[in-house]
């Protein structure tokens, strides 16, 4: 639509001959034949100027320009110097479906042609000057155009191509690493079973001690592969950051955010703060009813040693309210932030607003 749109907009220039053919003292066959081929012309215009999308071989797109330019170079001869802006769409056309080796000479080309007729059109060269350069124009920048267009499609499925070898590439590498979490727990297991049953009914001591050994197994691996999707899904705060940009933007939030932390976090005191930083701008879009939202990140030094203090607040008036509740998020918060070690306040923040602040603490040498 927007393409129909554009190229329509341009065929407004076909006014002249439009013009001429109505009020220009011709005879109605030559009217009829006139308005056939200004037809025509536009028809087999629209064709190549709409399909560039799709590849068409080179040979037919040269034959068609050809066409063209017999149609503008026969109408102009015949109905007058109007008919010349015929040229401008040819050179247009032939830089939008030829690839550029072949379109920056059938521009020049057509111009030549251009300059040709209207110099055997009587008072065609009045004309002249100001067909030129869009005719040049015209053309090279459709040249230009195609080429931003092709490269724009190259560049996505380029993308796309380097999304699906990362994709596949997380898929190996999570392959691997279960593999090598549960290959040996489950040979041993498979053993153990197969030792247990051989066991059995003679010796039932040492099956059930089999048994037990088993259940232990299983339960380490299964410690394993909790920590491993953990550590996939573990969130940072350089992606919860941006994460939190683009959600209050959405909002309709302003948004003040601060810079992401140039040390380096331990990845559970990373993971609480992340995760606390995405509690608190969900309750700030859904609940608050907030303008504005300020998160800042410093660097404290308490009694107990240095800590990283992450603070959100907003200026809604529809904030959760009141000490963290069970089922509301924030219990679940003050337990990540305890199990590091760190702590959560959250409350009303002057007469309006809610503000949520968790602090984790910093190891030694590290820093925000």
């Known amino acids: 639509m927007v393409k129909a749109l554009w190229i329509s907009i341009w065929l407004f220039y ?24 200004l037809a025509a012309f536009v028809a087999w215009y629209l064709v190549l100027v709409f399909r560039t999308a799709r590849p068409m071989p080179v040979r037919r797109v040269l034959l068609s320009l050809a066409v063209l330019a ?15 802006v015929l040229f401008v769409y040819v050179a ?3 830089g939008a479906a030829l690839p550029a080796e072949y379109s920056r000479w059938t521009v020049l080309g057509t111009t030549a042609l251009l300059a040709v007729t209207a110099n055997a059109v009587p008072g065609g060269t009045a004309y002249l000057a100001g067909l030129l350069i869009p005719a040049l124009m015209g053309g090279f920048a459709m040249v230009g155009i195609r080429a931003m ?19 596949n590439e997380e898929r190996l590498r999570m ?18 079973s197969e030792l247990a049953g051989r066991m059995l009914p003679g010796q039932p001591e040492a099956a059930a001690q089999q048994v037990a050994d088993i259940e232990r197994v299983s339960r380490q691996a299964l410690v394993d592969v909790r920590e491993a999707v953990s550590g996939y899904r573990r969130p940072t705060l350089p992606g919860e950051l941006a994460g939190a940009r683009t959600a209050l933007a959405a909002a309709g939030v302003v948004a003040d955010l601060p ?6 976090l331990p ?15 969900t309750n700030v879009v859904r609940h608050s009813g907030a303008k504005r939202c300020r998160v800042t990140l410093e660097t404290r030094q308490t009694l107990d040693g240095p800590v990283l203090e992450l603070t959100v607040t907003d200026d809604g008036s529809g ?50």
């Open 70 to 84: 017999a149609q503008a170079t026969i109408l102009s001869l015949t109905l007058g110097r109007e008919w010349l």
């Open 259 to 264: 810079a992401e932390p140039s040390g380096e």
């Open 92 to 94: 247009i056309s032939s």
């Open 175 to 192: 392959a691997r690493d279960l593999h090598d979490l549960l290959g040996h727990s489950l040979s041993l297991i498979t053993l153990k």
């Open 149 to 167: 267009i092709r490269t724009t499609i190259e560049l996505r499925e380029a993308r796309a191509t380097v999304a699906q070898l990362a994709a």
């Open 267 to 281: 990845e559970e005191a990373e993971s609480a703060l992340a995760w606390s930083l995405r509690e608190a701008v």
């Open 319 to 368: 904030g959760p309210g009141g000490p963290p509740a069970p089922g509301n998020g924030l219990t679940g918060l003050t337990e990540r932030l305890a199990a590091v070690g760190g702590s959560l306040s959250a409350g009303p923040a002057g007469r309006t607003g809610f503000a949520l602040t968790a602090r984790v603490p910093l190891a030694l040498g590290s820093g925000s």
């Open 14 to 37: 076909l006014s002249a001959p439009v013009t001429d053919l109505i009020s220009g003292g011709h005879s109605p066959g030559v009217r009829l034949l006139g308005g056939l081929g």
